[in-house]
């Protein structure tokens, strides 16, 4: 079973900048779907970012494009996080889902349901003030 382990969350005052990172204790292949999503206390989860890797294909939700940039190398999923806001403060998680397609893997993402991500990591703290 693919353990993944986020690391990199802190606090940061808004305008600053983190980098997620995301390792996965295996090989996870060249068909899968790995995304970030955070959720803050009382709100529903939301996807942040996501890559198709066989294509490296990105995907982010509105509200960090242009901010968040998701990359992927050696296994590890990273984040980029620039020009942070008190909004982006959240709980954030690392997800697998390794079997996936270039029409699934953002339909799983938008969605941001649990159950199309087969791994999930425990999260990193974001807080921005």
């Known amino acids: 079973d693919v353990q993944l382990v986020e690391s990199g969350g802190g606090s940061v005052q808004a305008g600053g900048s983190l980098r997620l990172s995301c390792s996965a204790s295996?090989?996870?292949?060249?068909?899968?779907?790995m995304g970030w999503f955070r959720q803050a206390p009382g709100k529903e989860r939301e996807g942040v970012a996501a890559?198709?890797?066989?294509?490296?294909r990105t995907y982010y939700s509105d509200s960090v494009k242009g901010r968040f940039t998701i990359s992927q190398r050696d296994d590890i999923l990273y984040l980029r996080m620039n020009d942070l806001k008190p909004e982006d403060t959240a709980m954030y998680y690392c997800?697998?889902?390794?079997?996936?397609?270039?029409?699934?893997?953002?339909?799983?993402?938008?969605?941001?349901?649990?159950?199309?991500?087969?791994?999930w990591g425990q999260g990193t703290q974001v807080t921005v003030s």
């Open positions: 890559m198709y890797l066989n294509l490296l």
């Open positions: 295996s090989f996870v292949g060249t068909s899968g779907c």
């Open positions: 997800a697998l889902e390794p079997e996936s397609d270039y029409v699934r893997c953002p339909s799983a993402f938008s969605s941001s349901r649990r159950d199309l991500f087969r791994h």
